[in-house]
């Protein structure tokens, strides 16, 4: 008799996956993308790296179970094909909503290999692997080197949420808390490195000295 | 005490895969591929989309079960070899063969995705997966974007066949019928969409404005 | 009671892991990556072309149950940040190392292929796979064609290693003494086409003509 609301967690793994559409739909409109070709690389930045996950866990990939992430990348499109010359001035909004979904999926790829009875460093890399791989499937698409091998602290951001919840483990704190305090540290990292330019060192290219 | 002789279904599928392998290779032998890489792009784009499909679907790739495939395609190399000056006459063969590739593909990555029990929106991308992935495994191998999100309808021919079979499933008709319907329908859209230079919008630039 | 001393199998993995995790470092680095993106390309080299293997057996990448192989890949950028001036002169010894690799890994691929109850022509195919597919994968990170599809003799020595393994079958030798031809056999065609520049025909692009 109920009718289902969405759940609080519902409703950031849908903004999460809005944001990595919309960045997936914009970087393929820069190359002159048809609107199917845009969408399949929406969809691969959104989806993409949970899919890699399931995968290499050996589980039928997420979103074939759930036709609201298809759909989800489907509104991203609509909006901006409706909308392409006002998103401009959503770019903080989009980054912001982007950094949640970074956070959510990390700590969703995290407990789900957790629950497949993997250890935590395996886990620490499936949840990068969810946060980040559709970012570097959406980058081979577009036929660029991706972004996050060269300038951006952001698969780092899951790798440090992934380090806080394997120390929060030890501490035999509630599952809830965990989670909340995993994905904050993703969350806080990944804008902090953002508002003040913290990078990774870069290889010196050595085989020219 | 039979001689198996092969099927339609088999003559189709060689057909098919004769055809994606030759377009693998031509545009490997356009970046100086040496036999090996252009025998390896070849052998991707006939059967890497059905291989993205089953490893989705949790099973085997078809062409670890059977050597047809690789044979055909290692008889696809030849055919390059042997008589790579008189192929460009034959182009518009190859269109053909490779258009009823792409629909015979589709038919069978739809029905695969039915048999193992999702829904029929999964089957629709199962479908279009298995038809179009290999060619975008190719443009990957090769370094360029891949084609089929930029220029030509050639995935959406896969979806719109499975919408055809999707409404097809309403009117309670055989299998056969409902298979020849949907792969009719890709042909077709293939073929009309190239003849008439039919192309989906392509996304303006937003970023540019 | 006994220390685990490593076996010289083992000793062989981590060398092979190290040399191939320092040639995806090392060509990242050309391209400016920054730390983090240095290590996931240098573990993708390392590890891609077991993981893809099996993927496509139904099984758990290896990497995931043993550690080691990421220690090691963190280790391999650990020297090339400490010692990239120097690595230079050593350039003929990780030769050496990524060929043994190359002949361990393309040993180890057939045989788990062949232990999966598949037929030897599909554990040809997951040696090379194993062997060469690492490179394949770290050339798309880096956004170059991949370097085996066009210059060198590489996966081509590993199904050289395949057929020479088929060919021991016939004559009912021990398990060790066919592994030893099979990865003898890929060292020196590894070896002796870099000494004497063999290659494959390339071919031509006959669209021009």
């Known amino acids: 008799m109920d009718i289902a609301l969405p759940s609080f967690v519902q409703i950031i793994e849908f903004l999460g996956t809005f944001a ?8 393929a409109s820069a190359k002159e993308f048809d609107w199917f070709g845009a969408y399949v690389v929406g969809v691969a930045t959104a989806v993409g790296g949970g899919t890699l996950r399931d995968i290499m866990l050996g589980t039928t990939p997420f979103w074939m179970t759930d036709s609201i992430y298809l759909l989800c990348s489907g509104f991203a499109l609509l909006c901006v094909i409706l909308f392409s010359k006002h998103l401009i001035r959503l770019d903080h909004t989009f980054f912001i909503f982007d950094a949640i ?8 790829g995290l407990q789900k290999t957790l629950d497949f009875g993997f250890p935590i460093w395996v886990a620490i890399i499936m949840g990068a692997t969810t946060g980040a791989a559709g970012g570097v499937i959406r980058d081979v698409f577009i036929n660029e080197i991706p972004l996050i091998f060269r300038k951006e602290i952001y698969a780092m951001a899951c790798v440090i949420g992934g380090i806080v919840y394997s120390i929060c483990t030890l501490f035999d704190l509630n599952t809830i808390v965990i989670h909340l305090l995993c994905g904050v540290s993703v969350f806080l990292t990944r804008i902090l490195a953002v508002k ?9 290219n050595f085989d020219d000295k």
Not at 20 to 27: E, K, Q, V, Y
Not at 101 to 108: D, I, Q, R, S
Not at 196 to 204: A, V
């Open 196 to 204: 003040y330019h913290i990078c990774l060192p870069t290889l010196k």
């Open 20 to 27: 990595f559409a919309i960045s997936g739909i914009r970087l």
């Open 101 to 108: 979904g970074l956070a959510l999926f990390t700590v969703v």
